[in-house]
Structure formats: C-alpha cells, structure tokens
T-cell receptor
Framework: GNSVTQMEGPVTLSEEAFLTINCTYT??????LFWYVQYPGEGLQLLLK?????DKGSNKGFEATYRKETTSFHLEKGSVQVSDSAVYFC???????????FGAGTRLAVHP | GAGVSQSPRYKVTKRGQDVALRCDPI?????LYWYRQALGQGPEFLTY????????KSGLPNDRFSAERPEGSISTLTIQRTEQRDSAMYRC?????????????FGPGTRLTVL
C-alpha cells in the first residue's frame, strides 16, 4: 500500500542551525510529494511540492528533492528562525486524483 | 481572497447525538476532500467529491459517517449516533482541479469532542 514515514520529533534547534526532517515513502505508481506546515493555532498550509523524480520544491528558504531511487523527500533549511517553529507533515498523492496520505508529523521547536 | 471556511470551529456533543460539520470551499474549486486528524497524528482521508459527485468514500470509518455536496459547492459531513472515539479534528480541503499534484487548500478545521 501507500504510506509515508517521517522522523519522530520533537526536533529542537537553536536559531540559525541547519534543519533536516527525513521523509520516506512507499507508493504504487508515481506519486506527487508534498510538505505541509501547521503553525501554532493555524490550519495546514502547503509549504512546497514536487510532482516528478528529481524535481526540487522550494519555498521560504525550505527545500526538498524528490529522490525516486531512495524513495525520499527530505526537508531542509540552511538557517532556521524562531518563526519556523511548527509541525511539519510530509504527504503523497498517487492515482487519478489528489487523495493525500500524510505522515505523522514532526514538531520543530527553534529557540533563540 | 476568501479561503476554505469550516463551521462550527468547535463542537462539543454528547454520545449518541448526531452532528453536522460544514465546509465552504474556495469559490470555483472543483474538488473537495474531508480528512480526520487525531491528536499527534497526520490527517487521514475520509472522502472526496468532484463537483457534486462523491467519487471516493473509502476512508469513511463506518456507516454512521456520511457526506454530501449537493450543488457542487458547500459540503456537509454528518456523523450519526456519535461515539467518544469520533472525537478528533475534522479538516476540509479544496483544490481547483482533481489531478495528482494539484495544491489542496485546507480550512481551519472543526474540533469535535464527544462526551
């Protein structure tokens, strides 16, 4: 079946540290891959996406590359800020429509 | 412009009561999705509409759950004879099209608590 596995949190970093949140997937067919973010007290927002192998999604300094050979879509940011503190969800969709399958989420806490 | 809205934002009900959760998608969006999110988990798919047609309801847990979108816009998720295990955040999302890769825009969610 189709599934997403994310690294467990919480991840605690100092401001300006380098961030990696690992995400691997299992899918039949060729999925599209997404990172969603949920800031405290807010709903889910799309952070970035990639729809085919070797595509790189980027937004707000975050990047993730669709790696078909390792079935991964790791999220990275070179220098995190306190305002990046949130829960990050990796997700995939596969098939004729856009049913999303989410990972369990990774909580990031950035302190000054 | 206006995003996806959901109402009520919070609903507390007693076991055995019926509840109706409303979703108002972004105007013109063809596709509408319902998800359920337990605390500390990612959202789980419940059902999908393309216009007014319910094309996938495979994620609905049992026959107490139903959904409709009669005019291809506003959708209602109904839970009959609620149970404590139904307590969760219910999220609605819409997208312009229905193909893989389309961005889904999520509403703020309805927090349901069943006592």
């Amino acid at each position: 079946g189709n599934s997403v596995t994310q690294m467990e949190g919480p991840v605690t970093l100092s401001e300006e540290a380098f961030l990696t949140i690992n995400c691997t997937y299992t899918a039949t067919g060729y999925p599209s891959l997404f990172w969603y973010v949920q800031y405290p007290g807010e709903g889910l927002q799309l952070l970035l996406k990639a729809t085919k192998a070797d595509d790189k999604g980027s937004n707000k300094g975050f990047e993730a590359t669709y790696r078909k050979e390792t079935t991964s879509f790791h999220l990275e940011k070179g220098s995190v800020q306190v305002s990046d503190s949130a829960v990050y969800f990796c997700a995939l969709s596969v098939g004729g429509y856009n049913k999303l399958i989410f990972g369990a989420g990774t909580r990031l806490a950035v302190h000054p | 412009g206006a995003g996806v809205s959901q109402s009520p934002r919070y609903k507390v009900t007693k076991r055995g009561q019926d509840v109706a959760l409303r979703c108002d998608p972004i105007s013109g969006h063809v596709s509408l999705y319902w998800y359920r999110q337990a605390l500390g988990q990612g959202p789980e798919f419940l059902t999908y509409f393309n216009y007014e047609a319910q094309q996938d309801k495979s994620g609905l847990p049992n026959d107490r759950f139903s959904a409709e979108r009669p005019e291809g816009s506003i959708s209602t998720l109904t839970i009959q004879r609620t149970e404590q295990r139904d307590s969760a955040m219910y999220r609605c999302a819409s997208s312009q099209g229905g193909s893989g890769g389309d961005t889904q825009y999520f509403g703020p969610g309805t927090r349901l608590t069943v006592l």
